[in-house]
T-cell receptor, first 114, second 112 residues
Framework: DAKTTQPPSMDCAEGRAANLPCNHSTISGNEYVYWYRQIHSQGPQYIIHGLKNNETNEMASLIITEDRKSSTLILPHATLRDTAVYYCIVRGPYYGGSQGNLIFGKGTKLSVKP | NAGVTQTPKFQVLKTGQSMTLQCAQDMNHNSMYWYRQDPGMGLRLIYYSASEGTTDKGEVPNGYNVSRLNKREFSLRLESAAPSQTSVYFC???????????FGPGTRLTVT
């Protein structure tokens, strides 16, 4: 079973920030938080990952709480093309083998509206 | 650099027929994966290959076989297709020490 809990759906106005929450209360000390998204039945696309510090890249920011039991993915200026299902996944460090496997839940369907 | 490619894109089978889904990556990745995705669900891992020459079962392996033909290619075979195997199948790969799993475009399979 997925180790994360996400709301099934969210709406966001175009141009506004989209904040997608994720609970991972059983996360272990060496497990990372990953975010992927899937646009309309395409293959999932990696967005960002983090261990305990906040992270930012060209696509998004990831805010992880100090106790690491929850996190928030932030899309700073959502566009219509950001409409997708967003998956929050907890995964151990990857050295080859099963610990590299991703366990997908149902994710959050984000709808960006004009 | 094509990334991860899958063939075919679409396939319709009758119950009991067999077929092989092909996957190839050109990123020199060690690990490759096969997932299935049913409507409204997240992806579920069928089989994976941590490195060339090894394969292991994932969450839902029944009814499938895999072959890691070489470092580039990882195929998924349905020996006797069943309607319950109607799904979208995704192949993915990742390199040792890499954080990102790269996915192919998917194969949409319908079994009637």
């Amino acid at each position: 079973d997925a180790k994360t809990t996400q709301p099934p759906s969210m709406d966001c106005a175009e141009g506004r920030a989209a904040n997608l929450p994720c609970n991972h209360s059983t996360i272990s000390g060496n497990e990372y938080v990953y975010w992927y998204r899937q646009i309309h039945s395409q293959g999932p696309q990696y967005i960002i990952h983090g261990l305990k510090n906040n992270e930012t890249n060209e696509m998004a920011s990831l805010i992880i709480t100090e106790d690491r039991k929850s996190s928030t993915l932030i899309l700073p200026h959502a566009t219509l093309r950001d409409t997708a299902v967003y998956y929050c996944i907890v995964r151990g460090p990857y050295y080859g083998g099963s610990q590299g496997n991703l366990i997908f839940g149902k994710g959050t369907k984000l709808s960006v509206k004009p | 650099n094509a990334g991860v490619t899958q063939t075919p894109k679409f396939q319709v089978l009758k119950t009991g027929q067999s077929m092989t889904l092909q996957c190839a990556q050109d990123m020199n990745h060690n690990s490759m994966y096969w997932y299935r995705q049913d409507p409204g669900m997240g992806l579920r891992l069928i089989y994976y290959s941590a490195s060339e020459g090894t394969t292991d079962k994932g969450e839902v392996p029944n009814g499938y076989n895999v072959s890691r033909l070489n470092k580039r290619e990882f195929s998924l075979r349905l020996e006797s297709a069943a309607p319950s195997q109607t799904s979208v199948y995704f192949c993915a790969s990742t390199g040792r020490g890499d954080y990102e799993q790269y996915f192919g475009p998917g194969t949409r399979l319908t079994v009637t």
